[in-house]
């Protein structure tokens, strides 16, 4: 039988595809559903780890509902709306026009502390990067993030999901006075007492811009649900800034 | 082949060849982008390294069991099918079982196909010779391709981070305080270049056949 003649390479060619697209298409359907889950357990994870719980992906599963106490969904002029919050996908809502994206909102409490999770979702070099951003009580400071990636090149733009580039995030505030500021990355390094920046990844300067574009982007679209949450706040801020001023005047006398 | 000749001479040429004198990065200078791009540390170079010695001895062993069917005009499109469904198939078990592997790999699996020295191998070889031989053939520019994957992501991670496997080495060695600074040129990809150029020029100071004549 000689091999080369055209109907053994279409045939050949012909069997191969079908074989090959059953093999593949079998695997992708069987393994999904093991996918799907590790997918869920990781971001359960990363919401606990973004308000300071560290756990493996399988603990995440229960002790998620402790300490995640709701999930809202909001929209871009501050108003809630109906919708699981956990189910939203951002890489989807993006799509959409500003007025129309649902944002999902996660509440936590541990220890008796309120803390507010936001997700994210940006562009990093070669593909999506996304997160979690948790804000304090008083809806500026900011608590702890995480980030990750799907592409990033290892090393350098990847390092994001590393603790050495999230843990400075913690302490960062993204108001300024009464104005949004958002915190950037900063290549080079940011100044030691920059309140919005924190250092940028030597060689991933794309994705650490990504980075910023990102908090920058999705925060503001928070920003009309914070200031209705505001005024519950202010008390709290007031006497803040009393203690605030309290420590200055002590620095001053002594 | 009778089980007495699995480690014949030729096996074992097959295995030690491509680790010194036909090593498929530095002497055949096949795979360097892969070799360039994820060196900067020791962790993802291993695991390069061993996804490409699973993707590569196994579809040696398939293209060198079909090689009397494969018309030849489409036998480069057959190679780059079998390696292409190969990877898929790993990557997609990665996912499902071994989650935090698959993400460490994360983009080096599309990376694993246009390996040259894969394709390189399947044609040059499991074309042409028996299961086992291609097997061997596999595993043997694995290995060389790993050593020098290894070793150049041992001086770009010690001397560019001051860590091995994420471990602060120059650190607790205290060479910091000889005055010692991380060199932010060894994470780039030039480096890399430079890095694999060193390894060649030891290599041929050592195996002057290597060198070619005027």
């Known amino acids: 039988m000689d091999v080369n003649k055209n109907s053994n390479t279409f045939a050949f060619a012909a ?49 998620y509902d402790t300490y995640i106490k709701s999930e809202l969904v909001i929209n871009v002029d501050g108003e809630e709306v109906e919708g699981s919050a956990f189910d939203v996908d951002l890489g989807v809502e993006m799509k959409k026009d500003a007025k129309s994206q649902l944002l999902p909102l996660f509440i936590s409490n541990v220890e008796g502390v ?47 999901n590393r603790a050495s580039f999230e843990d400075p995030f913690s302490g960062k505030s993204i108001f300024e006075g009464d ?41 503001r679209m928070y920003l009309s649900y914070f200031s209705t949450l505001k005024p519950a706040t202010e008390v709290d801020s007031v006497f803040n800034k009393l203690v605030s001023i309290a420590s200055v005047n002590n620095s001053i006398i002594n | 082949m009778s089980k007495s000749n699995l480690l014949s001479k030729r096996t074992k040429q097959l295995l030690s060849d491509p680790l010194d004198d036909n090593n498929p990065i530095t ?53 780059l099918v079998v390696v292409a469904t190969l990877v898929i198939l790993v990557d997609q078990v990665l996912r499902a079982f071994v989650y935090d592997v698959s993400k460490e790999l994360s983009v080096f699996v ?6 040259c020295i894969i394709m390189g191998r399947l044609e040059a070889f499991g074309m042409a010779n028996g299961p086992w031989d291609s097997f061997m053939d596999g595993l043997g520019n694995s290995f060389g391709y790993a ?20 471990y602060p080495v120059l ?3 205290g060479i910091y305080e000889l005055g010692y600074e991380n ?26 056949k290597l060198v070619e004549s005027k």
């Open chain 2, 27 to 79: 002497v055949q200078v096949l795979g360097i982008c892969s070799a360039l791009a994820i060196t900067v540390q020791l962790k993802p170079a291993i695991v390069m390294a061993l996804s490409v010695l699973v993707v590569l001895s196994v579809a040696n062993v398939i293209i060198s069991l079909m090689r009397k069917i494969i018309p030849s005009r489409i036998r480069i499109i057959v190679q």
């Open chain 2, 147 to 166: 050593w020098i994957l290894i070793a150049v992501a041992f001086f770009r991670e010690l001397l560019g981070s001051g860590t091995l496997f994420g």
């Open chain 2, 171 to 173: 650190e607790s060695l």
């Open chain 1, 179 to 219: 104005e949004f500021t958002s915190i950037k990355v900063i290549k080079g390094g940011a100044e030691e007492d920059d309140m919005h920046g924190v250092d940028g990844i030597s060689g991933g300067t794309i994705t650490s811009d990504g980075v910023s574009d990102m908090l920058d982007e999705r925060l």
């Open chain 1, 114 to 160: 309120t803390r507010y999770i936001i997700p994210l979702r940006g562009k990093g070099l070669w593909g999506p990067i996304w997160g979690f951003i948790s804000l304090e009580e008083d809806l500026n400071s900011v608590f702890g993030a995480v980030f990750d990636h799907s592409s990033e090149t290892p090393g350098l733009g990847a390092e994001i």
């Open chain 2, 183 to 208: 060199n932010g040129m060894m994470i780039l990809p030039p480096m890399a270049l430079i890095t694999v150029g060193v390894i060649i020029w030891i290599q041929r100071v050592k195996n002057i």
């Open chain 2, 110 to 115: 599309g990376l694993i196909i246009t390996n």
């Open chain 1, 15 to 63: 069997i191969m595809v079908i074989i090959v697209a059953a093999l593949l298409s079998t695997a992708a359907i069987e393994l999904k559903p093991f996918q799907d889950r590790n997918v869920e357990l990781e971001k359960k994870q990363n919401i606990l780890s973004s308000v300071g719980i560290t756990i493996d992906r399988d603990g995440a599963e229960n002790i």
